[in-house]
């Protein structure tokens, strides 16, 4: 096992499966919960320091980080509430935009990769939600300053990438 040590913690490489992960770093914003930090392709990665320049902004982001977005991922809700009716498991009413973070429960191993397209750091933060069970939220933090997508759980870093369309670079929700 190799190790890096880095201001963020400690970056550890299993040479068995080629993974990267931080021994758990506490996150501001997430009330200083304790997150190991999954790292894509570090390893072969030619500038390691954007990794860690990105964790640093992640870890050290506030709540406003939420707040910010709260009402994004009220539309969200919304717009998964039209498919269930109050006798089903998972419906919640949710009356204000910052009520909702109630209903999420933040994931402790955000996922940190190097977008092909734009160079760039993106760290993804899988939670779950009360009100979508199958998909939770997925918030994704470019250079792990701010929140550039969110939405059920799909795997991508922008939604651009999702519905393999540039005019979307830069949407948030869609």
Request: hydrophobic residues 35%; proline residues 2%.
């Amino acid at each position: 096992m190799l190790k890096f040590e880095l201001s963020v913690g400690t970056i550890s490489i299993d040479d068995r499966y080629d993974e990267c992960f931080t021994d758990p770093i506490k996150v501001a914003f997430l009330d200083d919960k304790e997150c190991e930090f999954l790292i894509e392709n570090y390893k072969d990665d030619k500038v390691k320091e954007d990794f860690q320049k990105a964790i640093n902004n992640f870890i050290n982001l506030d709540k406003s980080v939420l707040y910010g977005v709260s009402g994004l991922v009220y539309q969200y809700y919304l717009k998964t509430l039209k498919y269930l009716s109050p006798e089903d498991d998972g419906y919640v009413e949710i009356e204000r935009p910052q009520d909702v973070w109630q209903f999420v429960r933040f994931g402790c191993e955000p996922a940190v990769s190097r977008r092909d397209d734009d160079n760039t750091i993106y760290i993804s933060l899988v939670c779950s939600c009360d009100w979508e069970r199958e998909h939770g939220l997925q918030l994704v933090f470019k250079d792990g300053r701010y929140v550039n997508k969110l939405g059920g759980y799909d795997g991508h870093l922008t939604h651009s990438d999702a519905f393999d369309d540039e005019s979307l670079e830069g949407v948030i929700y869609r």
